[in-house]
């Protein structure tokens, strides 16, 4: 059974850089096929999908937020982190790690994380 | 972007109702279109995918249909344990979007 776990500092102060980093286990993050996402939501408010990260290390971010992010692996870590720059109070929803299933030739979101909450405040 | 939208954004129900949540594309996206349930506090959980393919373990009250840019999820016999809120997302093309949601609460 996979199971992802987000983790990170629940405060940032603004105009810093926002830090997360999810562990994969039960599977191998490098096994081709799937496609490592983050994902966040806003208290109360639908789904915004921010970026992801392949096992070769390809990356494909949301257009919105592509100035500000970075997302990358460590395949022996079995992780894969997102890092958000220049934060305001408007990156403060919760953040959620997903793995992206494409063997099928679908593409859908089948595990996710259990979401960490990320304060923006000085 | 390809916008997502749901209707109705809530709605009440009884237990053995049936219910029929509907998602619409801003464009053609075929079958590629998944959802997700969310109950509070906790993550999406994934119900189906290519609009009507039922992922493993998902009851079989629930039931998707449609393509093209009209979509249907319907529960056939609502159970206490279906009391949440339900989203759309496209897969279709990048970046992937979501529907606003629509929350199933009991009557």
């Known amino acids: 059974q996979v199971q992802l776990q987000e983790s990170g500092p629940g405060l940032v102060k603004p105009s810093q850089t926002l830090s997360l980093t999810c562990t994969v286990s039960g599977g191998s993050i490098s096994s081709s096929g799937y496609y490592w996402s983050w994902i966040r939501q806003h208290p109360g408010k639908g789904l915004e999908w921010i970026g992801y990260i392949d096992y070769s290390g390809s990356t494909y971010y949301n257009p919105s937020l592509k100035s500000r992010v970075t997302i990358s692996v460590d395949t022996s870590k079995n992780q894969f982190s997102l890092r958000l720059s220049s934060v305001t109070a408007a990156d403060t929803p919760v953040y959620y790690c997903?793995?992206?299933?494409?063997?099928?030739?679908?593409?859908?979101?089948?595990?996710w994380g259990q979401g960490t909450l990320v304060t923006v405040s000085s | 972007d390809i916008q997502m939208t749901q209707s109705p954004s809530s709605l009440s129900a009884s237990v053995g109702d049936r219910v029929t949540i509907t998602c619409r594309a801003s464009q053609s996206i075929s079958r590629y279109l998944n959802w997700y349930q969310q109950k509070p506090g906790k993550a999406p959980n994934f119900l189906i995918y290519a609009a009507s393919s039922l992922q493993s373990g998902v009851p079989s009250r629930f039931s998707g249909g449609g393509s093209g840019t009209d979509f249907t999820l319907t529960i056939s016999s609502l159970q206490p344990e279906d009391f949440a809120t339900y989203y759309c997302q496209q897969s279709y093309d990048t970046p992937y979007t979501f529907g606003q949601g629509t929350k199933v609460e009991i009557k």
């Open positions: 997903a793995r992206e299933s494409r063997p099928s030739g679908w593409y859908y979101f089948d595990y």
